[in-house]
């Protein structure tokens, strides 16, 4: 009688065992579950935000002493008033076997809305030169005779693939052709 107690508790031990073991185990999948379905969550909401929320561009009328740093090496545009950092964004900047040249420029005259080249079958909306009058720009990505930026060029943003000239998103481009004075210093390094 004894031994068949034994092996009564012992299994009822072992179901009870198991039966805490895989509770335990259940409640940790849907913990993690949870905690996945909220960093999906987050991370949606990041994508959408970035997708949606709208860049707030500096007005430059309120600012002095302005200049713009472009960064080679971090495709980045920053611009300055004085010392201090007004509105930083992604550029693309010239390819290895077209750089874009370094040194000192300023923001010139020659700025246009609109440019298209039939033999390239691709435009650029809001362009403003900053060497040589017209040779040397900011401009937006390439676009399409609509002015509808070319599929795949957004990706390309913030590599160096451009033919010497600093590119921009659209909407960088259209503030900085609307926006920049003539005359604004500007840095490639």
């Known amino acids: ?36 379905e909220v960093r999906l969550d987050e991370y949606a ?35 300055y008033s004085k010392n201090d950092v007004i509105f930083k964004t992604k550029v693309s900047t010239g390819a290895k076997d077209t750089p874009t040249p370094t040194g000192k ?6 700025r246009g809305d609109f440019s298209y080249d039939d033999s390239l079958n691709r435009g ?19 676009t399409d005779w609509k002015g509808k930026v070319l599929k795949g060029e957004m990706k390309k943003l913030g590599r160096a693939c451009t033919d010497g000239n600093v590119r921009l998103s659209k909407e960088d481009a259209k503030w900085l052709f609307e926006h920049m004075p003539e005359g604004v210093i500007v840095s490639v390094h």
Not at 124 to 142: E, I, M
């Open 45 to 79: 909401f990041e994508k959408s935000m970035k997708k949606t929320q709208k860049k707030i561009y500096p007005d430059l009328s309120k600012y002095d002493h302005l200049s713009i740093l472009v960064s080679i090496s971090q495709q980045k545009m920053i611009v």
């Open 105 to 110: 420029f300023a923001i010139e005259a020659e």
């Open 1 to 36: 009688m004894r031994k068949k107690f034994s092996k009564k508790v012992l299994i009822l031990l072992l179901t009870f065992a198991n039966l805490v073991v895989g509770y335990s185990l259940c409640r940790q999948l849907m913990v993690t579950h949870q905690e996945s």
């Open 124 to 142: 650029v909306c809001y362009w403003v030169s900053f060497k040589d009058h017209g040779a040397c720009q900011f401009q937006s990505l390439p």
